[in-house]
């Protein structure tokens, strides 16, 4: 996992007007969180109180209170979880992800723009969005800097204030209709889009509001959009979230609204529904039109809903968030997956071998998991009425298969489980079936075996007879070349023993591996094998096992 730096142009200060734009803006009744390859960026708790130091060198006298005050005013929200440290001065006099974060004045070589007065650089992990470190330059090139409001100078707890809602990854909020392309904070077009608003909007009042003048101090103190964006990313009180009344799953036609609107509820961790929370959603995989893509809150069942258009019949994810981060993921125009039988001797129109066998059998049952998606089973469960009872426990009948060889899901990936099954006085009525899910919509393809009601009745167990003594007294096995199917090597052999017995042979490709049955013809004094195993990375061996378990396992072919 790789760490980032990056390094945002927060905030402009001028005697007259100016701004400056950095990625997107919220709504004026939004807060706007920021992001790094689709992951909200915040500090981990294990790395609370975060540290902060102070580089004296350039500043004006009172620093130290300004500063620490701005950082006391997001500590004392109280619907967050967030706390400070300042560990003191620092003569460090550069930025950079080493461990202490900083705040410093740049007295010359300020290579930000003389436009630009303050610059955040926020280090995030990119796979995570774990902020790892921070640090807030002040521009004392091009501007004056006071403690004391001070006339034509910009005041540094005012701005320290703004500066550190980035530190902590929130970010700015912008005025209504606030040109998408504005990135050039002299364009003609982006201080008429500011003009253009009448009066002045509650939102410009923000701490988190974009612009600043001289000898302003307002940002000193955080209003709801600010309270609201803390308390969203450092909750006091931790919240879940859960998708409601079916909506995930839906297919859409493009350009059409989804017939249900997506809809969650927030509630705390005792179920109870919170009114008054804030979700946001948006989409990290796909396209399309989410009715609202700033944060909307709860009501008072604690749900909030959007309504979503895709823009064509892609697969498409739609993801919400809660406070602290909780998540959920809504899905649209998701493929089903599919089961499918493997298709070999035995295991044409079922996933079981042997269907008859006693209480010392190990029972193989084997299927195919696909997903043109490309999706891993979620769920991949195999349920077997151990007892015959004709009820499935959840507990001791219900059990995770394994993959075996690749992990192609696309193209196919093959599922196994072995286990032998006591004799029991319902040894005739054992059944079992496969619940395999991506998720969102449990696998179809196969007919039978796919749900409670369409269990095979299979395997037959039969108590176990009077010992048998089989020894082996010839064994010739040869492997035949391998045909279409790449996965598996045929093979034929003979087993001959001394008396005569009701007997088959099972055979493991091996040693670590789940026993794999052949078909096997029993006449006098001989069993005749003809079967396939599979080729697990390149190579196959064959283990006999004889029905008694006298006798150790022997080696018998191996490629």
Same mark, same amino acid.
């Not at 070349?481 to 009701?502: C, E, I, L, S």
């Given at each position: 996992?790789?760490?980032?730096?990056?390094?945002?142009?927060?905030?402009?200060?001028?005697?007259?007007?100016?701004?400056?734009?950095?990625?997107?803006?919220? +709504?004026?009744?939004?807060?706007?969180?920021?992001?790094?390859?689709? !992951?909200?960026?915040?500090?981990? !708790?294990?790395?609370?109180?975060?540290?902060?130091?102070?580089?004296?060198?350039?500043?004006?006298?009172?620093?130290?209170?300004?500063?620490?005050?701005?950082? @006391?005013?997001?500590?004392?929200?109280?619907?967050?979880?967030?706390?400070?440290?300042?560990?003191?001065?620092?003569?460090?006099?550069?930025?950079?992800?080493?461990?202490?974060?900083?705040?410093?004045?740049?007295?010359?070589?300020?290579?930000?723009?003389?436009?630009?007065?303050?610059?955040?650089?926020?280090?995030?992990?990119?796979?995570?969005?774990? /902020?790892?470190?921070?640090?807030?330059?002040?521009?004392?090139?091009?501007?004056?800097?006071?403690?004391?409001?001070?006339?034509?100078?910009?005041?540094?707890?005012?701005?320290?204030?703004?500066?550190?809602?980035?530190?902590?990854?929130?970010?700015?909020?912008?005025?209504?209709?606030?040109? *998408?392309?504005?990135?050039?904070?002299?364009?003609?077009?982006?201080?008429?889009?500011?003009?253009?608003?009448?009066?002045?909007?509650?939102?410009?009042?923000?701490?988190?509001?974009?612009?600043?003048?001289?000898?302003?101090?307002?940002?000193?103190?955080? +209003?709801?959009?600010?309270?609201?964006?803390?308390?969203?990313?450092?909750?006091?009180?931790? %919240?879940?979230?859960?998708?409601?009344?079916?909506?995930?799953?839906?297919?859409?036609?493009?350009?059409?609204?989804?017939?249900?609107?997506?809809?969650?509820?927030?509630?705390?961790?005792?179920?109870?529904?919170?009114?008054?929370?804030?979700?946001?959603?948006?989409?990290?995989?796909?396209?399309?039109?989410?009715?609202?893509?700033?944060?909307?809150?709860?009501?008072?069942?604690?749900?909030?809903?959007?309504?979503?258009?895709?823009?064509?019949?892609?697969?498409?994810?739609?993801?919400?968030?809660?406070?602290?981060? +909780?998540?959920?993921?809504?899905?649209?125009?998701?493929?089903?997956?599919?089961?499918?039988?493997?298709?070999?001797?035995?295991?044409?129109?079922?996933?079981?071998?042997?269907?008859?066998?006693?209480?010392?059998?190990?029972?193989?049952?084997?299927?195919?998991?696909?997903?043109?998606?490309? *999706?891993?089973?979620?769920?991949?469960?195999?349920?077997?009425?151990?007892?015959?009872?004709?009820?499935?426990? !959840?507990?001791?009948?219900?059990?995770?298969?394994?993959?075996?060889?690749?992990?192609?899901?696309?193209?196919? %990936?093959?599922?196994?489980?072995?286990?032998?099954?006591?004799?029991?006085?319902?040894?005739?009525?054992?059944?079992?079936?496969?619940?395999?899910?991506?998720?969102?919509?449990?696998?179809?393809?196969?007919?039978?075996?796919?749900?409670?009601?369409?269990?095979?009745?299979?395997?037959?167990?039969?108590?176990?007879?009077?010992?048998?003594?089989?020894?082996?007294?010839?064994?010739?096995?040869?492997?035949?070349?391998?045909?279409?199917?790449?996965?598996?090597?045929?093979? !034929?052999?003979?087993?001959?023993?001394?008396?005569?017995?009701?007997?088959?042979?099972?055979?493991?490709?091996?040693?670590?591996?789940?026993?794999?049955?052949?078909?096997?013809?029993?006449?006098?004094?001989?069993?005749?094998?003809?079967?396939?195993?599979?080729?697990?990375?390149?190579?196959?061996?064959?283990?006999?096992?004889?029905?008694?378990?006298?006798? @150790?396992?022997?080696?018998?072919?191996? /490629?």
């Amino acid at each position: 996992m790789s760490t980032i730096s990056k390094k945002i142009k927060r905030f402009v200060g001028v005697s007259i007007i100016a701004f400056f734009f950095v990625g997107f803006c919220g +709504e004026a009744s939004s807060f706007v969180l920021q992001k790094i390859s689709l !992951k909200y960026e915040r500090w981990q !708790k294990s790395d609370i109180p975060v540290s902060y130091h102070i580089n004296p060198s350039g500043f004006p006298s009172g620093v130290v209170d300004a500063v620490t005050d701005a950082f @006391q005013t997001w500590e004392d929200v109280g619907t967050a979880d967030i706390s400070f440290s300042y560990d003191g001065f620092t003569t460090i006099d550069t930025i950079g992800n080493d461990g202490t974060n900083v705040v410093l004045m740049v007295t010359n070589n300020w290579t930000r723009g003389s436009n630009v007065a303050a610059y955040s650089t926020v280090y995030v992990n990119a796979s995570t969005g774990a /902020i790892e470190g921070a640090d807030i330059e002040f521009n004392g090139v091009n501007y004056s800097w006071s403690t004391s409001g001070e006339s034509g100078k910009l005041d540094i707890q005012n701005m320290a204030t703004h500066e550190i809602g980035h530190f902590i990854g929130i970010d700015h909020i912008c005025d209504v209709g606030y040109p *998408d392309n504005c990135q050039d904070p002299t364009s003609l077009t982006c201080r008429q889009c500011i003009d253009d608003v009448p009066d002045i909007p509650p939102h410009r009042e923000a701490t988190m509001y974009h612009v600043m003048a001289a000898k302003e101090t307002k940002k000193q103190t955080l +209003e709801q959009y600010d309270i609201d964006a803390v308390s969203f990313l450092y909750p006091e009180t931790p %919240v879940s979230i859960e998708i409601v009344d079916d909506t995930n799953g839906q297919d859409g036609e493009p350009g059409e609204e989804l017939e249900k609107p997506l809809k969650v509820r927030v509630t705390d961790r005792q179920g109870k529904p919170l009114e008054g929370q804030f979700v946001i959603f948006d989409i990290p995989t796909g396209t399309g039109e989410l009715g609202d893509e700033y944060p909307i809150p709860t009501d008072m069942s604690g749900e909030a809903q959007t309504t979503f258009t895709p823009d064509t019949s892609e697969r498409t994810k739609i993801r919400v968030m809660a406070a602290g981060l +909780e998540r959920e993921e809504f899905w649209v125009n998701n493929n089903a997956p599919v089961l499918s039988w493997i298709g070999v001797t035995g295991y044409e129109n079922d996933a079981l071998e042997p269907e008859v066998g006693y209480g010392d059998t190990v029972f193989s049952y084997y299927i195919i998991y696909s997903d043109a998606d490309g *999706d891993a089973p979620a769920v991949r469960r195999i349920w077997i009425d151990m007892n015959g009872d004709d009820h499935f426990d !959840k507990i001791d009948e219900s059990f995770d298969m394994t993959p075996i060889g690749s992990l192609d899901y696309a193209a196919g %990936v093959f599922y196994g489980y072995t286990t032998t099954i006591p004799f029991s006085a319902g040894s005739t009525n054992i059944k079992y079936y496969f619940e395999f899910s991506d998720g969102l919509i449990s696998a179809g393809g196969i007919t039978a075996a796919i749900n409670e009601d369409s269990a095979i009745n299979a395997p037959d167990v039969f108590d176990i007879p009077a010992t048998v003594h089989i020894k082996p007294h010839y064994w010739s096995l040869s492997w035949l070349d391998p045909f279409d199917n790449y996965r598996w090597k045929r093979f !034929k052999g003979r087993f001959r023993y001394k008396r005569p017995v009701a007997a088959y042979i099972s055979l493991d490709y091996a040693e670590d591996e789940p026993p794999y049955y052949s078909t096997a013809d029993i006449i006098p004094e001989t069993i005749l094998l003809n079967g396939k195993v599979p080729i697990i990375e390149g190579s196959a061996k064959l283990i006999a096992k004889y029905q008694s378990q006298l006798y @150790q396992s022997r080696v018998i072919a191996e /490629i």
